[in-house]
């Protein structure tokens, strides 16, 4: 079974640009998630979504952020512009019926 | 609101010799908790967790972790490290109520083990 795949795993852009990442979670996985993570410390949520729909968005940055998951399956993170500050590891995560969270790999961005 | 403090921000230990990760946390409402491991490059991986009953948890790659209410510590543990499980390793908690979905995480301890 293909675990969560993401991409791109790694992304340089200068600041002000656009960047966006791209997660397909578990087949059969109806919980998707985005997760920050910063050098050196845990991985903070940024936005959950039961199927299609953003059930819990609280600590997305709606200013420069956004997310989508169109159909409930793949999701897609945005950030726009980018700034310095978003340099970091962008996980994606799913869980289906058993509740237990699987990570991808990451996107690692970087912005100059 | 729940917070984890993991003690070390990095172990350094030979193989073969044992290891203990250090977790507390806080939370106003009793909460599930969990390690897992992060290698080089990748995502998270379930080490175990715990639930409910025996407070002591085994998970896989023979670590293992103890449940102390009294001193609201989440422990990790492994007798004898190998080359490895060298990785970064993060404590986490969630709510009762709220299952896997409302993940707190602590800021990881890097265990490193050389020959």
């Known amino acids: 079974e293909a675990g969560v795949v993401q991409s791109p795993r790694y992304k340089i852009i200068e600041k002000k640009q656009p960047v966006a990442f791209w997660c397909n979670p578990i087949?059969?996985?109806?919980?998707l998630y985005w997760y920050l993570q910063n050098l050196g410390q845990g991985p903070e949520l940024l936005i959950r979504?039961?199927?299609?729909?953003?059930?819990?968005d609280s600590q997305l940055p709606k200013d420069r952020f956004s997310a989508e998951r169109l159909k409930g399956v793949d999701s897609t993170l945005k950030i726009q512009p980018a700034e310095l500050g978003d340099s970091a590891v962008y996980l994606c995560a799913s869980t289906g019926a058993t509740g237990e969270l699987f990570f991808g790999e990451g996107s690692r961005l970087t912005v100059l | 609101a729940q917070s984890v403090t993991q003690l070390d921000s990095q172990v350094p230990v030979f193989e073969e010799a044992p290891v203990e990760l250090r977790c507390n946390y806080s939370s106003s409402v009793s909460v599930y908790l969990f390690w897992y491991v992060q290698y080089p490059n990748q995502g998270l991986q379930l080490l175990l967790k715990?639930?409910?009953?025996?407070?002591l948890v085994k998970g896989i790659n023979g670590f293992e972790a103890e449940f102390n209410k009294s001193q609201t510590s989440f422990h990790l543990r492994k007798p004898s490290v190998h080359i490895s499980d060298t990785a970064e390793y993060f404590c986490a908690v969630s709510p009762l109520n709220s299952g896997y979905s409302t993940l707190t995480f602590g800021k990881g301890t890097m265990l490193l083990v050389s020959p």
């Open positions: 979504y039961e199927n299609e729909e953003a059930v819990d």
């Open positions: 087949s059969g996985h109806n919980t």
């Open positions: 715990y639930l409910s009953g025996s407070t």
